[in-house]
T-cell receptor
Framework: DVKVTQSSRYLVKRTGEKVFLECVQD?????MFWYRQDPGLGLRLIYF???????EKGDIPEGYSVSREKKERFSLILESASTNQTSMYLC??????????????FGSGTRLTVV | DQQVKQNSPSLSVQEGRISILNCDYT??????FLWYKKYPAEGPTFLIS?????DKNEDGRFTVFLNKSAKHLSLHIVPSQPGDSAVYFC????????FGTGTRLQVFP
């Protein structure tokens, strides 16, 4: 079974803190993605990566950065957490064939609360 | 600019009846459409997909219909079961998945 593991299920951080969300996949997938889910807004793409050391901005990259030093690991970084970044964060991975009819495999999510 | 839209935020259906979830899109270049199901505190899981060259795909109780001229797809669940209660997202694939806003389905006894 493809597994995408997110290091934390729940996190509470203070405004202004630097926050790291870690994601690891074990199926040698080339592509990795970070989404956030908010009520009424669905899943919005923050950043994605098609290869090691490579990153591309998604639809809402402001306030975030990413790191992909190894193929299996994709980290999302909140440089200075703010309350409007309180959300459910979802990591996903997929094969390099982007036009796949099986889409992505998602992790269980990290519920981040910024106070 | 919402390229994939789910206009019904919620749907309530009695157990055993049909659930119909709808999705509209704007980009005619999408080549695959997918449905995901999400329970609270879990990541979305793939449910069913359809290629843009087809108009129907069926998998057990789940059928997806695609109407390209109307840029509309729908997911039918027959018969609906209480375990189907979840949020359903439609998604369209180009070089990455674009998701709709989701529809919360509640199946009651």
């Amino acid at each position: 079974d493809v597994k995408v593991t997110q290091s934390s299920r729940y996190l509470v951080k203070r405004t202004g803190e630097k926050v790291f969300l870690e994601c690891v996949q074990d199926m040698d997938h080339e592509n990795m993605f970070w989404y956030r889910q908010d009520p009424g807004l669905g899943l919005r793409l923050i950043y994605f990566s098609y290869d090691v050391k490579m990153k591309e901005k998604g639809d809402i990259p402001e306030g975030y950065s990413v790191s992909r030093e190894k193929k299996e690991r994709f980290s999302l970084i909140l440089e200075s957490a703010s309350t409007n970044q309180t959300s459910m964060y979802l990591c996903a991975s997929s094969l390099a064939d982007r036009r796949s009819n099986y889409g992505y495999t998602f992790g269980s999510g990290t519920r981040l609360t910024v106070v | 600019d919402q390229q994939v839209k789910q206009n019904s935020p919620s749907l309530s259906v009695q157990e055993g009846r049909i659930s119909i979830l709808n999705c509209d899109y704007t980009n005619s270049m999408f080549d695959y459409f997918l449905w995901y199901k999400k329970y609270p505190a879990e990541g979305p899981t793939f449910l069913i997909s359809i290629s843009s060259i087809k108009d129907k795909n069926e998998d057990g109780r789940f059928t997806v219909f695609l109407n390209k001229s109307a840029k509309h797809l729908s997911l039918h669940i027959v018969p609906s079961q209480p375990g189907d209660s979840a949020v359903y997202f439609c998604a369209a694939n180009t070089d990455k998945l674009i998701f709709g806003t989701g529809t919360r389905l509640q199946v009651f006894p």
